[in-house]
T-cell receptor, first 109, second 118 residues
Framework: QQPVQSPQAVILREGEDAVINCSSS?????VHWYRQKHGEAPVFLMI?????EQKGHEKISASFNEKKQQSSLYLTASQLSYSGTYFC??????????FGSGTRLLVRP | GAVVSQHPSRVICKSGTSVKIECRSL??????MFWYRQFPKQSLMLMAT?????????EQGVEKDKFLINHASLTLSTLTVTSAHPEDSSFYIC??????????????FGNGTRLTVT
């Protein structure tokens, strides 16, 4: 089942912060975060694993609540290049990733 | 540089014809590749998991006879859309993870194929 993301869309001014949430109804093994620009491939941002391990970019942070099966992506001091659609991907038992509904982010000057 | 290469990037075909899309892993051997489909302004929907040397595993609702997947080598998976119809027009994108790392590591995506069926 597809994880649910919120908000669906957000508009920021450059320098502002944003939080994107991802919630699953299934027990999770891991949560991935990707950003996709129009017509392009998704780009890896972050992986969060059970037990607290994180792998990703220095300027992006995220949290993973295993009990609640939720993850949040924190974007601070947003830049114009942050614009795009953000997808969380949840890994369940099997080796496959199911992507969330997406959050469209627009950063304006 | 890119670690997964997908070809072609765009294809236009007539209704009823078949189209083959190739996905290659460039610097590692991918025993498993994933095929996703994305309609405009929607999420990436997993179509199937391609397994080297064995049959692909299709997600519920995906017609295996229409979307033929072949993973004949450790670096190449192909998706053939057979008897394409306008409703098959979409963005198809493949991905692969480094072997042995499961979901502990990121997926590497190809640049996608924009299929338009007229």
């Amino acid at each position: 089942q597809q994880p649910v993301q919120s908000p669906q869309a957000v508009i920021l001014r450059e320098g502002e912060d944003a939080v994107i949430n991802c919630s699953s109804s299934k027990a999770l093994y891991s949560v991935h975060w990707y950003r996709q620009k129009h017509g392009e491939a998704p780009v890896f941002l972050m992986i969060l694993l059970k037990g607290g391990e994180q792998k990703g970019h220095e300027k992006i942070s995220a949290s993973f609540n295993e009990k609640k099966q939720q993850s949040s992506l924190y974007l601070t001091a947003s830049q114009l290049s942050y614009s795009g659609t953000y997808f969380c991907g949840t890994g369940v038992k099997s080796y496959k990733l199911i992507f969330g509904s997406g959050t469209r982010l627009l950063v304006r000057p | 540089g890119a670690v997964v290469s997908q070809h072609p990037s765009r294809v236009i075909c007539k209704s009823g014809t078949s189209v083959k899309i190739e996905c290659r892993s460039l610097d590692f051997q991918a025993t498993t590749m994933f095929w996703y489909r994305q309609f405009p302004k929607q999420s990436l929907m997993l179509m199937a998991t391609s397994n080297e040397g064995s049959k692909a595993t299709y997600e519920q609702g995906v017609e295996k006879d229409k979307f033929l997947i072949n993973h004949a080598s450790l670096t190449l998976s192909t998706l053939t859309v057979t008897s394409a119809h306008p409703e098959d027009s979409s963005f198809y994108i493949c991905s692969a993870g480094r072997p042995g790392q499961g979901l502990d590591s990121p997926l590497h995506f190809g640049n996608g194929t924009r299929l338009t069926v007229t």
